[in-house]
């Protein structure tokens, strides 16, 4: 991998702008950690770094932290304050059993530190449902992102197993830590009925949530006398 350096400050002083692959690559393509996507792009296409902020995220969101580490730190400002916020607006939507201990949702430095309930995570979803841009973006099954100045083409898709699979799914969140185990906070609308659920360590394969409690809990819900 090479690197290229600014050789003239008065016209660019970042010391990096770009990164490709050199004439005689050491790495081989078909080993970790060439194999991961977000690198194997890189190293076939190469990277140039626009001029201002350049956030790296790979595949599906891998790096997203480094995303929401930014953002913490500018509206803190710094990652502490944007914590005690974090826990501040919890408090206010009265979510009394839930705690943050990290920036970016995930328990750190124990793998119990961030926690909450279903009741809490409920009340979350009830409210990050009335935003209209918030729900434009959790009923998407896929975004695909195309070329241009300073970046590749991206696809990403959204791991809700509900989405597109069982009629009037429309969010909301997956989820996933060894702790917690496989997650899932969703909401379906149909026929005028509107139910929000959550599983917490419900079946799934590697990182990924399936969606079959969901699916037995909403077909229940469903299946009792509409008001």
Partial sequence: ????????????????????????????????????????????????????????????????????????????PGLSAFIAKMNATAKLLGMTRTHFSNFDGLPYPSGYSTYSTPA??????????????FRSIVDRRSYRLASGAGHHAYFWANLNPLLGV????????????PAAGHCLLFEVTRGGRSFIGVNLDSPGVGTTVNGAAATRMLNWAFSLPGR
Avoid: H
Wanted: overall charge negative; glycine content about 12%.
């Fill in 166 to 177: 069982y009629r009037g799914a429309i969010g909301i969140k997956t989820g996933y830590t």
């Fill in 1 to 76: 991998m090479i690197c290229d350096v600014a050789d003239n400050a008065g016209f660019d002083e970042r010391p990096v702008r770009a990164f490709r692959c050199g004439p005689d690559p050491q790495f081989d393509p078909d080993r970790w950690p060439a194999t991961v996507p977000a690198v194997a792009q890189i190293l076939r296409d190469g990277l140039e770094l626009p001029a201002g902020l350049t956030v790296l995220v790979g595949e599906n969101g891998s790096g997203k932290s480094t995303v929401i580490e930014t953002l913490a730190e500018a509206y803190g």
């Fill in 120 to 133: 809490n995570l409920l009340k979350l979803g009830r409210v990050a449902m009335t935003s209209a841009v």
